[in-house]
């Protein structure tokens, strides 16, 4: 069970810097939104470099799915930044929403059981409720077809969540 947390975690905290570099390779740091987003991306980063570090600690099998997450996170954030800066928040509101959630499951799994683990993802937790309420603040409810758009991108997040967990 573990082993199956961190590897998912670490994939998803991978897949958000990438959507977020592909948000910023569109919007570019002239674009009011970037030093948002930069500030989320280096969050994230740092989510990713601390799961890269327990799956380094704990012999943990990353995904082999992280090639593919590579270019459908960047992929994902560039084309909701295409489609303007109110889908892009839309993007991580939706995504933020998936995480809050799955984080607290794992929590709740968890239990007593690992005190460490269950730090860094109460940690990272709060910073992701974080991102959703910046991306809310900043439009994402008045993007485009948001309820099409947030429920697409959600219903992704959980198929990558379920796909990274075995594969």
Excluded at 112 to 117: A, F, G, I, Q, Y
Aim: charged letters at 25%; hydrophobic letters at 45%; aromatic letters at 6%.
């Amino acid at each position: 069970m573990k082993d199956e947390i961190i590897r998912v975690d670490q994939a998803g905290e991978y897949g958000a810097t990438r959507i977020y570099a592909g948000q910023l390779a569109i919007m570019g740091g002239r674009h009011p939104m970037a030093g948002s987003i930069a500030r989320m991306a280096a969050q994230e980063e740092v989510h990713r470099e601390r799961f890269d570090a327990l799956i380094a600690e704990r012999g943990v099998r990353p995904t082999l799915l992280q090639p593919f997450w590579n270019v459908a996170g960047f992929a994902l954030g560039a084309a909701t930044a295409l489609i303007g800066p109110k889908a892009a928040m839309a993007c991580t509101a939706a995504i933020e929403t998936e995480i809050d959630r799955h984080y607290g499951e794992q929590l709740d799994r968890l239990g007593d059981s690992d005190p460490e683990l269950s730090g860094v993802i109460a940690e990272f937790r709060a910073e992701e409720v974080e991102h959703r309420d910046t991306a809310i603040a900043n439009g994402a409810e008045q993007a485009p077809a948001y309820p099409l758009l947030s429920g697409a991108i959600r219903l992704g997040c959980r198929i990558a969540i379920n796909l990274s967990r075995h594969i």
